[in-house]
């Protein structure tokens, strides 16, 4: 496996793109991008310094001052979201910026700031980024595309389940409201809107387990790596 690839995966919230990029990451030694953590890193910043989502000049401005990093954490296997230096990579999980993340995200400057970084990240290839645009505007080019979806009532059920670990008080009601409102920003936005790629490989997982969900994705990985 001396030929590194990029793999692309996008799809909506929720659905485990990331914990299927992360598995895949560490099998073949790649380097695992979570490019929702940088919107949510920014979003964070957006909201801690109040910054208008109108003001196309406070938003350059704002830009300006931040500064994105990750660094790789060996306990969970993949990078913690730095923001200005400062470890955000719990704070940008909660609810507080979940509820504003996609507002953030569908601000053209925002989504310029970020796809440049996240190209300059794959020069090298042996990345596996996930999404919503990676397979379409960040990487066309792409060895490997993969759209993942799921039942909406089973995402949110997955989500619930994630979230009431932390925070006991959370409602069903009200992660299926944010999985709901988050896909709609996110597929209906003008720009870089969540769209699957035409040559992307569709993988379903509503029914299936994740140990399953990875075996079909690093089959595919593996054909693309050997004829690439
Ligand atoms: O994957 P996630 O839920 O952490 O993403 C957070 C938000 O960022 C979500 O509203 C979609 C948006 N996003 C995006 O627009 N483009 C990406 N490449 C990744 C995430």
Not at 12 to 33: D, H, M, N, P, R
Not at 45 to 63: C, D, G, Q, V, W
Not at 127 to 144: Q, S, Y
Request: aromatic share 8%; proline share 2%.
């Amino acid at each position: 496996m001396s030929n590194k690839i990029i793999i692309a995966i996008d799809g909506f919230s929720s659905c485990g793109k990331s914990t299927l990029a992360k598995a895949l990451a560490v099998k073949l030694e790649y380097v695992f991008i979570d490019t929702g953590a940088m919107y949510r890193a920014i979003a964070l910043y957006f909201l801690r310094n109040k910054i208008s989502f109108k003001e196309a000049a406070e938003i350059l401005k704002a830009l300006d001052n931040i500064k994105l990093h990750f660094e790789y954490n060996a306990h969970t296997l993949k990078s913690d979201m730095f923001l200005n230096g400062e470890n955000v990579e719990l704070l940008i999980r909660e609810m507080q910026v979940s509820s504003k993340v996609s507002e953030v995200a569908a601000i053209a400057a925002v989504r310029d700031f970020a796809v440049a970084q996240q190209q300059a990240m794959g020069q090298q290839k042996g990345i596996v980024m996930d999404g919503r645009d990676i397979g379409t505007v960040v990487f066309p080019n792409a060895e490997l595309k993969i759209f993942v979806t799921a039942d909406p009532v089973i995402r949110a059920n997955r989500r619930f389940l994630e979230l009431q670990a932390t925070d006991p008080s959370i409602t069903m009601e009200a992660v299926a409201e944010n999985l709901t409102h988050r896909d709609h920003i996110d597929s209906t936005r003008e720009h870089s809107p969540l769209r699957q790629a035409p040559d992307a490989l569709v993988l379903d997982n509503s029914h299936i387990s994740k140990e399953e969900q990875f075996d079909i994705a690093l089959n595919w990985a593996k054909e693309r790596i050997a004829s690439h």
